[in-house]
């Protein structure tokens, strides 16, 4: 996703819209969908449901990972939207930090699912969030 005009450092730029579901009925769907590459369009809420995306989700579900975000998600209520960390040119991607947390051990196999090619200086190689 690119910016098409201007956004100014702390301004909201869109929600994330989805279906919201428990993370047990996420976890079953991502088993039937049989989805190999780790892609999904879930966005944790802190009340333990899940955003997805996939379902009714809005253009926001494309915005990518970066290590260097110039974008960041932010919680209010049941409704997160994304907010510019920065000033952000037009035709500049889009991108937020995704963080993804995993239970159990972080295996070599996980690793290379959850891999992040960002390029950017400070790049961890991971979209998982920093241990």
């Known amino acids: 996703m690119f910016a098409v005009t201007q956004i100014r450092a702390n301004e909201q730029i869109l929600e994330y819209k989805g279906k919201r579901v428990s993370w047990a009925q996420a976890q079953r769907e991502y088993a039937r969908s049989a989805a190999e590459d780790g892609h999904t369009f879930y ?43 920065r000033d952000i040119k037009p035709g500049e991607e889009l991108f937020i930090d995704y963080g993804l947390i995993v239970e159990g051990r972080k295996t070599a196999a996980l690793k290379t699912l959850y891999a992040c090619r960002c390029g950017s200086d400070g790049c961890r190689g991971t979209m998982l969030a920093a241990s």
């Open 43 to 85: 966005f944790d809420l802190d009340d333990g449901r899940v955003i997805d995306g996939a379902q009714g989700g809005t253009s926001a579900r494309w915005v990518n990972h970066s290590c260097a975000p110039n974008c960041e998600a932010e919680q209010d209520g049941s409704r997160v939207f994304f907010l510019a960390l």
